[in-house]
């Protein structure tokens, strides 16, 4: 699956932040990215977004996957079914959120 790259963002100094995400990728043979070590948290929308800009335009991958990292793991393979489920949007982005809006729970009432 070489045209898939999986990403998240590491922006404090510790490497353990992300183990669960790490461990299982590498549990799977996938090679998780992660962008932002050691510099200070921008905040979320420079943190998840606009800081991924110049990460993301050094690859080459046809496809992409943010993941949070500090409270993911992959529970499966990407080859069995995640791409099939991608195309299922008929999208070419496709985002997916909590409907509480964690950890800015007062912001869910302006995204219903």
Not at 60 to 87: I, Q
Not at 94 to 112: G, H, N, T, W
């Amino acid at each position: 699956m070489s045209d898939l790259h999986i990403f998240t963002t590491n922006f404090d100094s510790d490497p353990e932040r992300n183990r669960y995400l790490r461990d299982s990728c590498a549990h799977f043979g996938v090679t998780l990215g992660s962008f932002g070590f050691g510099t200070p948290w921008p905040g979320y929308i420079a943190g998840k977004i606009t800081a991924a800009i110049p990460y993301l335009e050094a690859r080459t991958e046809k496809y992409v996957l943010f993941s949070d990292g500090g409270d993911t793991m992959m529970l499966r393979k990407p080859s069995c079914g995640l791409m099939t489920a991608f195309h299922s949007f008929e999208s070419p982005i496709v985002i997916s959120a909590e409907r509480d809006c964690f950890p800015l729970q007062y912001l869910a009432p302006k995204f219903p």
